[in-house]
Each structure stands twice: as C-alpha cells, then as structure tokens.
C-alpha cells in the first residue's frame, strides 16, 4: 500500500508508529500487545525500523527490558502515511453500511482481545 505510493514502509511498520504516538518510551512488549505482535515478529520489524531512523531502542528499568522511541523522522512519516492508510480503508470498507462498520469493529476487537492472550 505503501510502496505503490512511494515510501519504503511497510504496514507493520506503520502499525508500530502508530502504537508510538503519544506514547513514546513504552515497552517492546507493551508494543507486542497493542499490535498483537509476537516477541520474534516485533524484533524483526522494529530492527528495520531502527535501521531506517524510524525508532531508538534503550535499556528499560531492569536490564531485559527495551523502551522504544519514535524518532522526529518516524513522526514526520507517520504524519504522511496516515492519509494514505485512511484512503485504502476508505475503499476497503467503503460498500460496508455504518450498522456492518460497528459490527466488524467489534469482531475485530474481540479477536484481537484473544490474540493478545494468546501472543503474551
């Protein structure tokens, strides 16, 4: 979605920046719950963000844990990629009525309640 519009970012990645806005510093595993994520999945994807300037990652309070912080250049790319990613959900959900929209949302947040169960 992304890349067809000119930026090297995934949808993962977007996710993730997403999850960082207005909540900087908050943990690696916060960030698997909030995106159900797991541990593996979400290392991978914010080492490429890290790689690209998006994100920093610093030891939290114990010495396992890993605060992560979205960098002004991962801000100023979230700022651009949101009106990209409400478009393609525009038209993802565009034949759906107000009454299915509700509906799906709360599919959606039930599965993601169980997935987060799941993925900790």
Do not use: W
Not at 2 to 16: A, M, S, Y
Request: charged share 30%.
């Amino acid at each position: 979605m992304f890349q067809k519009e000119g930026f090297d970012t995934t949808i993962d990645q977007f996710v993730v920046m997403g999850a960082l806005i207005g909540k900087d510093g908050i943990t690696q595993k916060h960030i698997c719950q909030i995106c159900c994520k797991n541990e593996s999945n979400l290392a991978r994807i914010l080492k490429g963000m890290e790689d690209k300037g998006f994100i920093s990652r610093k030891k939290g309070k114990d010495a396992r844990s890993r605060n992560v912080y979205l960098s002004a250049e991962g801000q100023e790319l979230y700022i651009a990629l949101a009106p990209i990613a409400e478009k393609y959900m525009a038209y993802v959900l565009g034949d759906l009525s107000d009454e299915e929209r509700n509906m799906l949302a709360k599919l959606v947040l039930n599965v993601r309640a169980k997935l987060s169960g799941v993925l900790t």
